[in-house]
């Protein structure tokens, strides 16, 4: 089996700065992309960012210049630095990894549990 672990989400006030985590682990052959989605009660989960195997970048319009994700190939880890955080990026953030595991061989997505992050005064 493959696991997302997520963390680094919270609480902080505009204009603060969180870093997410999400390690993947298990019977990973390779990952194709990782990325961060958030998803608000009564709002459709939405792609924040994303990061391919080859290191092309895919953010949405509402945080380019303010979200970096980045990744560790070594360690299976994906980051999402955010800052100059609004009220409107308060969310639940949830980890998701494109890739293929040893038991099935073909590309397969796997989500973490999400995160909280809040950004209020």
């Known amino acids: 089996q493959v696991q997302l672990v997520e963390s680094g989400g919270g609480l902080v006030q505009p204009g603060g700065s969180l870093r997410l985590s999400c390690a993947a682990s298990?019977?990973?052959?390779?990952?194709?992309?990782m990325g961060w989605y958030r998803q608000t009660p009564g709002k459709e989960r939405e792609l924040v960012a994303r990061?391919?195997?080859?290191?092309?970048?895919d953010y949405a319009d509402s945080v380019k210049g303010r979200f970096t994700i980045s990744r560790d190939t070594a360690k299976n880890t994906v980051y999402l630095q955010m800052s100059s955080l609004k009220p409107e990026d308060t969310a639940v953030y949830s980890c998701?990894?494109?890739?293929?595991?040893?038991?099935?061989?073909?590309?397969?997505?796997?989500w973490g549990q999400g995160t909280q992050v809040t950004v209020s005064s």
């Open positions: 998701n990894a494109r890739l293929i595991d040893r038991r099935d061989y073909r590309l397969t997505n796997y």
């Open positions: 990061i391919t195997s080859g290191s092309t970048t």
């Open positions: 298990g019977n990973i052959i390779s990952i194709d992309a």
